[in-house]
């Protein structure tokens, strides 16, 4: 495998996976069918798995993780969570932009230490914090205003995935991320619990948090529950809105200005049901990557953000009672 100029301008963007289990063969599949784009190399130290998928992209499976960073001018990193930091610390020392999978470290001195290593080397990071491409998100940010409560439920079924970190970095991460670009502002406190179901690690959590803006945030996260949602609910000033990201729909609730005196309390909350369109949240994701390693310009949901998600994951972690073991 040959070392290329690694300035990204080439007609083509040359990238790389690092890590292609499930999530890492979704971003090969998705750089693969992108246009400017050419997927070079996939790595994985499971050599037969990386061979199976370079033959159906149609790109070669390196041998080294140095022999992939030395042919690609970008990457994505979809290593086991544990794995982050000494990935993404190779990857900035070679001088290669990288998209990391969320969350951006399995603990906050990981995260410290890609950051450190990504400034060092001026590097731009995006973090795969992929809820904020989903169109339904946009479309809540269009209609919020000055947020008071807001509830957040992600649950899922046991998938046998994410078995080396607990549900909060693994799974609550994606809603702490969505809050801090909700609401704003600082966290001044946090309350947490946790229970071990089926792993070695907390399964289900429940933290509340309070900003200093006065607005409460109820964040419940579980991967062992019987079936999936994806549900986040706004109560502001003005209105009641609820989303469900899965089926991309929001729901708004309004006070009217005029009623009929002689209309049931009720009718004066107009409700909007409004249907978002087909979208794929991931393709957006790396083509805004590719995007920012383009131009130059910061990634949509750079490094530091990234790294807020994580210092807040931690400080749920910290505070968080888990009941001991009978």
């Not at 599949?29 to 998928?53: F, H, T």
């Not at 929001?250 to 369109?277: C, G």
Request: charged residues 25%; proline residues 5%; glycine residues 8%.
């Amino acid at each position: 495998m040959s070392s290329g100029d690694s300035t990204g301008k080439a007609s083509r963007l040359r990238v790389g996976v690092v890590g292609v289990g499930y999530l890492g063969e979704l971003h090969a599949r998705k750089y693969a069918a992108l246009p400017g784009v050419q997927l070079v190399a996939v790595y994985d130290i499971d050599c037969e798995r990386a061979e199976a998928v370079a033959r159906r992209y149609g790109c070669a499976a390196a041998g080294e993780l140095d022999e992939l960073l030395e042919c690609v001018d970008a990457l994505s990193i979809a290593v086991p969570t544990a794995a982050h930091a000494e990935v993404a610390c190779r990857a900035a020392a070679a001088g290669r932009p990288m998209l990391i999978e969320k969350p951006l470290a399995g603990s906050l001195a990981d995260g410290e230490r890609i950051a450190a290593a990504a400034r060092r080397a001026g590097v731009a990071v995006q973090v795969g914090h992929l809820e904020r491409f989903n169109p339904v998100f946009a479309e809540l940010r269009r209609v919020l205003n000055r947020p008071r409560f807001v509830e957040c439920h992600r649950l899922s079924p046991y998938a046998g995935r994410g078995g080396d970190t607990d549900v909060v970095f693994e799974v609550m991460i994606h809603d702490l991320d969505l809050l801090a670009h909700l609401v704003g502002g600082d966290v001044c406190g946090v309350e947490a619990i946790g229970v071990p179901v089926l792993s070695d690690f907390v399964d289900i959590a429940n933290a509340r948090l309070r900003f200093d803006s006065g607005c409460i945030a109820n964040v419940t996260a579980s991967r062992v529950s019987l079936k999936r949602e994806r549900k986040l609910r706004v109560f502001q000033p003005d209105a009641y809105v609820s989303i469900d990201f899965d089926n991309r729909r929001l729901v708004i609730a309004e006070r009217r200005e005029k009623t009929v005196p002689s209309e049931s309390p009720m009718s004066a909350i107009a409700v909007e049901e409004r249907q978002l369109a087909e979208a794929d949240p991931l393709a957006e994701e790396i083509e805004a990557f590719v995007a920012a390693v383009r131009s130059g310009e910061p990634p949509k949901v750079g490094l530091e953000e990234g790294l807020a998600a994580l210092r807040l994951a931690d400080r749920v972690v910290a505070s968080m009672d888990v009941p001991a073991a009978e």
